[in-house]
């Protein structure tokens, strides 16, 4: 039994990734209790109910409008995972009403929602924070706390993306899927953030470094296209369907620190899932899609002879498991058991994190600085590949504090240094 109470939490926006939400809270009663539900529809509340039905939970308080919710003073933060368009504005509602308030992930559509963000944070003295469950990921923690033990040297490159065979879309646009919609209409690196926060993180940006610009270059659109052609999807007047987003997006980043950052949005062709994950420092390397690691004096360096007798060295991957036992982190050696979990276990370390983070009225892991900065990625691709791949500059959405932020306080939770505690 913990000697705390759980935080008392609202979902706004009642789809898909509102019942995995809902499904991981239900696995961490003494962190978070949910009393009140929002959505539009009548079909989603009731199929929301219904879960609490089917594990036995008291119902929550259901609503239509969810500024009536936030009228209910036992609110203590409010899951905003409605769509894109929308989620950001009700955030900003959250916060007036003095509650801590949570987004679910995806890009921006413009500098200006994002800049009425963080004024709607700063001017409430209330907290945002994003729901980037990737953040606590097996790896990208391990990866972190291997760069401040500094096995990586200097870092120098990082690479990260979200790379996935989404062509169901071209089906899903007939149903009104956003996501679905934004790929006809959009050409941008739509959906930045599940790698990008992970390495924004262990590039300390928003603590002592940032964004500066970008270049975004954008492939030929095919995918999609070509999936709608095949199964007879025409639009709307009967004619070809097309999607205008390209099927590669490449954006590079460069950081005030002299890092670069490439970043790879590819969800229109047939590929397994990766999320791209690079790190290159001036010692080492981490590459995901080889699942391996070559640290300099640790990982195997092989000499071999020539066809002409002459010697070579070459260098060896190391299995990414080969580190866990001796640099796993220490929310993953304390929280292991949690791997059969959604996603890996990912998302109800994220809601700890939050949750701690509401009852100890402090900023969270992932604040509204690295939300603005992250998600700005989108609308500042698009800028950029608008203009036939011309720099486009980040905006300081921290005004000038990510030079001297102050110190955070000490929590397992931190993303930005290692705590084992």
Known sequence: MSDYAPVKTALIGLGPRAETLLASIFNIPEEMEVVAVCDLVDAKLEKILSLFDKRGRKRPTAFHDYREMLKMPSIDVVLVATSWNSHLGIACNVMRAGKYVAIEVGGASSIDELRQLV???????VSCMMLENCCYGRNELMILNMVRQGLFGELIHCACGYEHDL????????EGIERAIHNRYRNCDLYPTHQLGPTAKILRINRGNRFLSLTSTASKARGLTNKAEELGIKDENGDRLVFNMGDVITTVIKCAGGETITATHGVTLPRPYSRNGRVQGTKGIWMEDTNGIFIEGISPTITKIDIAGNPYHTHQWTPVEDFYEKYDHPLWKRFKKNENEAHGGMDSLMLRALAEAVRTHTPPPIDVYDCAAWMSLTCLSEE??????????????????????????????????????
């Open 167 to 174: 062509l169901r879309m071209a089906k899903e646009y007939t």
């Open 384 to 421: 950029s590949i608008a203009l036939g791949s011309m720099p486009v500059s980040f905006p300081d959405f921290t005004n000038g504090k990510w030079i001297n932020r102050g110190k955070e306080r000490p929590s397992r939770w931190s993303l930005n240094e290692v705590f084992d505690i």
């Open 119 to 125: 004024h709607a944070s700063e001017s409430t003295g």
